[in-house]
């Protein structure tokens, strides 16, 4: 099965969160945050706004970070997604 989005909306795939900090302190779960840091799978076609269609801005492969709360979460088989609005993206990772 596959996710196709529609309009403006982008669905993400998200890292897995590091066990460890950078430094070696092991996290317990319970420290551990939602990651905010994913990878593009796919983008939707994009809208329309006056007559004059608006590109996406990101592509399936970039990696990204989005709002903390935005998007819905989405699980095809074993695998989890999120599916936001292009606005909800905050930055490309290069």
């Known amino acids: 099965m596959k996710l ?3 309009g403006e909306r982008v669905v993400l ?12 302190i092991v996290l317990p779960s319970q420290a551990k945050e939602k990651p905010q840091y994913a ?7 994009g809208i ?8 996406m801005e990101v592509k399936p492969g970039d990696k990204v970070i989005y709002s903390k709360y935005a998007g819905t979460e989405v699980k ?3 695998d989890e997604y999120i599916i936001v609005k292009q606005s909800d993206i905050l930055a490309v990772v290069e």
């Not at 795939?13 to 070696?24: D, L, R, V």
């Not at 990878?39 to 076609?45: A, H, M, Q, S, T």
């Open 4 to 6: 196709s989005p529609l």
């Open 48 to 55: 329309v706004v006056d007559g004059e269609k608006i590109p």
């Open 13 to 24: 795939k998200e890292s897995i969160a590091e066990e460890t900090t950078k430094s070696g």
């Open 76 to 78: 095809l088989g074993d």
């Open 39 to 45: 990878e593009v799978v796919e983008v939707g076609p």
